[in-house]
Structures are given as C-alpha cells and as structure tokens.
C-alpha cells in the first residue's frame, strides 16, 4: 500500500499568514493526490484535486502543487475559517486509496 | 441539491453485527461508485471500502476484508455497509461518499466530492 505522510502535524498561525502544508508519498503518484480540509463536527470536504486543480466554489486563496512524491497545500491570506484539520489523499491507480494522518491548522 | 443522509450507527458488542445506510438525492445514483470512509475518535481518515456504479466490482481495506459487505441498491439510490465480527478497533464516524470523476488534459481523476454527515459505530461491551 502507498502510505502518505504530511507535515507538520500541527501548526499554529494567525490571521492573515501564508501556510505551507506538505504530503509526502511512499512512492510515485503522478498528480493523483487530492486534499481535503475538515472542521471540527463536521465532514471533510474536498479542497484540490489532480494535486493543483481547485474543487468549485473553492477560494482563490487555496493552492496546490507537486507530482511524483512531494506536494504542498498553500494557503494564501489565512482566514478564520480556514482553521481546520487539512488531509491529502492518493488515488493513484487502484484501491486502497490512503490518506495522511492530518495537519491541524490552529489560531496563534 | 446533492446530498447523503448516513444512517444506521449505533452501540454494538464486540462479535455484533451492524448494518449502516447512504440515501442519496441529487444526483444520477448509478453513474458513481460510492465509497465509505471512517474516522477513529481523535484520529485520521481512513478508506474502508468501495463499490462501483452498476455493484458488479467492491473493493475492500485489508483492516475490514472478509467481515464487512458493501452493496448498493440503484432502484432506490441506497448504499449499505453490513458489519460482520465487529471489533473494538472498528469504533468509529463512518461516512458515505461520493466518488466523482474530473478529466484534466487526457487524464481522469477520483475525488471523494461528497460526504454524508456520517454515522457513530460504538463497539463495546
């Protein structure tokens, strides 16, 4: 199984800041990663596709890049509601699709 | 207005037996495989199991393989997740969803582009 590991696990920020969240994959998946962000109590919601396409209805602010192995979620201008737990996810070729274990975004 | 109702959680003994259901609404329901997702308390997101549109193709986590069933019923836009031997590590928010699929250039990628609300399965004795 091709296993994801973000970083950091935790990262405090504040209003307004630019954060750099990073997905590692154990071996190469093209552009087949998505990334997801999830708020507290509620269900995850897809960010990014195809490691840089932005879902609809996605703000402007959100980015994504990489291919191969490495790729980074950015996000531009933090806003309140961006605070959040952040997931990427391979979905390269055939199940199981993995994910990381998480990135939680925290107001400073 | 697309959307999952997940339904079916609840408090099961280890060795029980549970059965978890997706109604889903707004959208053509056997045009998507649909794929169910769960979530330990405190911990991350973890892929359990998967069916295709039409039903003929599953796949399953090694985790849950030979214990759960996943089956879908496209006359009533229904997606069902039978627990079979459930153990205390099969505690979790399991959650429905949606399997879209994007082209970019040549090339057509999954997303999971909807979610149910999820539902709480308590193994516990």
């Known amino acids: ?60 602010r959100f980015s994504g890049s990489g291919s191969g192995t490495d790729f980074t979620l950015t996000i531009f201008n933090l806003q309140p509601e961006d605070f959040a737990t952040y997931y ?16 939680k975004v925290e107001i400073k | 207005e697309v959307q999952l109702l997940d339904s079916g959680g609840g408090l099961v003994q280890p060795g029980g037996s549970l059965r978890l ?43 849950v393989k030979g214990r759960f069933t996943i089956s879908r019923d496209n006359s009533k836009n229904t997606l069902d ?11 979790a928010l399991y959650y429905c969803t949606k399997e879209g699929v994007v082209l970019v250039g040549p090339i057509y990628y999954y997303v999971l582009d909807v979610w149910g609300q999820g539902t709480t399965v308590t193994v516990s004795s």
């Open chain 1, 1 to 60: 199984d091709i296993q994801m590991t973000q970083s950091p696990s935790s990262l405090s920020a504040s209003v307004g800041d630019r954060v750099t969240i990073t997905c590692r994959a154990s071996q190469s998946i093209s552009k087949y990663l998505n990334w997801y962000h999830q708020k507290p109590g509620k269900a995850p919601k897809l960010l990014i596709y195809a490691a840089s396409n932005l879902q609809s209805g996605v703000p402007s």
């Open chain 1, 88 to 103: 990427c996810q391979q979905n390269y070729h055939t199940r199981p699709w993995t994910f990381g274990q998480g990135t």
């Open chain 2, 21 to 63: 259901s997706c109604a889903a609404s707004g959208f053509i329901f056997n045009n998507y495989a649909m794929t169910w997702v769960r979530q330990a308390p405190g911990k991350g997101l973890e892929w359990v199991s998967t069916i295709s549109g039409s039903g003929d193709t599953t796949y399953y986590a090694d985790s």
């Open chain 2, 81 to 91: 997740l039978q627990m079979n031997s459930l153990r205390a590590d099969d505690t």
